[in-house]
């Protein structure tokens, strides 16, 4: 299960990355951007500012608890820090990216073959389709003599007949 050193890891970066961002002034800066007080206010409101500061600091931090609490942030590193250890641990894990390489090259191939056959496919429709035409005008031709000869014979018939 999760050895919380992920969580632990997320807290002190949000700590840090907080503190950055709250941190007070010194108090000479502080009295200064305040010329009109005298230093009995410029301590009050120093004093005010640090409490204002530390108390953010506090509320920001226990959000940030209980975020990670109702989302369950521990168990969700774990799982990923799980998930991590176990692709490591695995031989066949970085051959995954060479098979990946090798499916793309195969399903390449495919494609290829498959254009191939269709320019095939197209071909012989093509040939069929001239050899059809072919064939029709070859029996119209024979139908056409059939016809010619038929009519010769009507003729010769018919003028034997006169």
């Known amino acids: 299960m999760a050895n919380g050193h992920g969580e632990s890891d997320l ?3 949000f700590k840090l990355g907080l503190h950055g961002l709250l941190t007070t002034c010194s108090k000479e800066e502080f009295c200064k951007a305040f010329p009109g007080f005298t230093i009995a206010e410029k301590e009050r409101l120093h004093h005010l500012y640090i409490q204002v500061i530390v108390s953010l600091h506090k509320n920001i931090e226990d959000e940030f ?3 990670c ?3 369950k942030v521990d168990d969700i590193l774990g799982s990923v820090e799980e998930l991590v250890e176990e692709q490591t641990l695995d031989p066949l894990y970085l051959d995954k990216t060479n098979l990946n390489t090798v499916a793309q090259a195969l399903s390449t191939l495919k494609k290829n073959e498959i254009r ?3 320019t095939m496919l ?3 429709e093509a040939h069929n389709n001239l050899l059809r035409s ?3 005008l070859l029996q119209k ?3 056409n003599s059939s016809d010619a000869s038929n009519a010769v014979d009507k003729s010769k018939t018919g003028r034997n007949v006169e």
């Open 134 to 136: 072919r064939v029709e």
């Open 122 to 124: 197209e071909k012989s």
């Open 141 to 143: 031709e024979i139908h």
């Open 65 to 67: 608890e209980a975020l």
């Open 69 to 71: 609490e109702e989302t």
């Open 11 to 13: 807290k002190r970066s």
């Open 116 to 118: 191939n056959l269709t």
